[in-house]
């Protein structure tokens, strides 16, 4: 088993073990399917956060936005373990700041 920093991944069947926990992108319908890996395209995008395609490992932009996701998850991680926050409560909250960074502008200006 491979840890992709989101999720489980099996080389010796080419498969991972849990869906995607980014929902995807309505207006990038390969986003949607949570099983894909880069939306299907490996060659021309890598995943350095385990949330997002970016066109690769160096994008300033996507580094940054990645380095405040981070951030904000984990401040959302510590109102939850103190108990300022129920779970579910933070996960929506990072569902929603994962959205604002990055939904709108995966299908404009990443697309395949």
Do not use: H
């Not at 992108?25 to 949570?34: H, V």
Request: with cysteine; hydrophobic share 30%; charged share 25%.
């Amino acid at each position: 088993m491979l840890y992709l920093r989101a999720r489980y991944y099996n080389p010796a069947d080419g498969r991972f073990l849990s869906r995607d926990t980014w929902g995807g992108n309505y207006n990038s319908p390969q986003s949607l399917n949570r099983w894909n890996y880069t939306q299907s395209n490996p060659i021309n995008y890598t995943d350095p956060s385990g949330f997002i395609p970016c066109p690769n490992d160096n994008d300033p932009e996507c580094i940054s936005k990645v380095r405040e996701l981070k951030t904000e998850a984990k401040r959302i991680k510590e109102e939850v373990t103190e108990g300022n926050l129920l779970p579910v409560e933070g996960f929506a909250q990072f569902l929603d700041l994962t959205m604002l960074k990055f939904d709108n502008e995966i299908g404009s200006t990443r697309e395949i």
